[in-house]
T-cell receptor, first 115, second 115 residues
Framework: AQSVAQPEDQVNVAEGNPLTVKCTYS??????LFWYVQYPNRGLQFLLK??????LVKGSYGFEAEFNKSQTSFHLKKPSALVSDSALYFC?????????????FGTGTRLKVLA | NAGVMQNPRHLVRRRGQEARLRCSPM?????VYWYRQLPEEGLKFMVY????????ESGMPKERFSAEFPKEGPSILRIQQVVRGDSAAYFC?????????????FGQGTRLTVV
């Protein structure tokens, strides 16, 4: 069955330092991968997606993600973290192999950027 | 173009009452997804609907929960005889038909509190 794993419940990083939020996936077909961010008491906002093409995807607010097929990973990165990046981050996959094409989300990683 | 609209934003119900959560997808979107988020937890898939059809309800509890997306009007998530454990944030997302590459767009959520 398709699934997404975010192994870290929380990531702490100092402002100005690079950040990485990890995501691995398991699907039966080609993966369509997404990152979303959630601020307190809000809905999810789309950051970026990988469908095909270059393994490095650039998205909103300076975020990027690297698709690695051999490691089935799609880690979110940012070269220099801001305090305002502190939020809950979700990785998601849309499995093209099962026929239902629903979006499956990971459990989320809380990012805290320390001033 | 208005985004995904959910109402009410907050809903308080006594145990045993019914809760009706509404979701109007973005204009042109005919696919709707419902997710539940418990405090400090991730997003759990509940149901995927297209107009007048339930595509995937594998995440729906077997009893008390139902969903519909009629030809006209919003999608409705209905919870009968609510219990304290139903207290959560319920998010609706939508996507357009015929395009697997697109991300899902989320509403602001309905926060259900059962007292």
């Amino acid at each position: 069955a398709q699934s997404v794993a975010q192994p870290e419940d929380q990531v702490n990083v100092a402002e100005g330092n690079p950040l990485t939020v990890k995501c691995t996936y398991s699907v039966s077909g080609n993966p369509y991968l997404f990152w979303y961010v959630q601020y307190p008491n809000r809905g999810l906002q789309f950051l970026l997606k990988y469908i095909t093409g270059d393994n490095l995807v650039k998205g909103s607010y300076g975020f990027e993600a690297e698709f690695n097929k051999s490691q089935t990973s799609f880690h979110l990165k940012k070269p220099s973290a801001l305090v305002s990046d502190s939020a809950l981050y979700f990785c998601a996959v849309r499995d093209t192999g099962t026929g239902t094409y629903k979006y499956i989300f990971g459990t989320g990683t809380r990012l805290k950027v320390l001033a | 173009n208005a985004g995904v609209m959910q109402n009410p934003r907050h809903l308080v119900r006594r145990r045993g009452q019914e809760a009706r959560l509404r979701c109007s997808p973005m204009k042109g979107h005919s696919h709707v997804y419902w997710y539940r988020q418990l405090p400090e937890e991730g997003l759990k898939f509940m149901v995927y609907l297209q107009k007048e059809n339930i595509i995937d309800e594998s995440g729906m509890p077997k009893e008390r929960f139902s969903a519909e997306f009629p030809k006209e009007g919003p999608s409705i998530l209905r919870i009968q005889q609510v219990v304290r454990g139903d207290s959560a944030a319920y998010f609706c997302a939508s996507s357009p038909p015929g395009d697997l590459n697109t991300e899902a767009f989320f509403g602001q959520g309905t926060r259900l509190t059962v007292v």
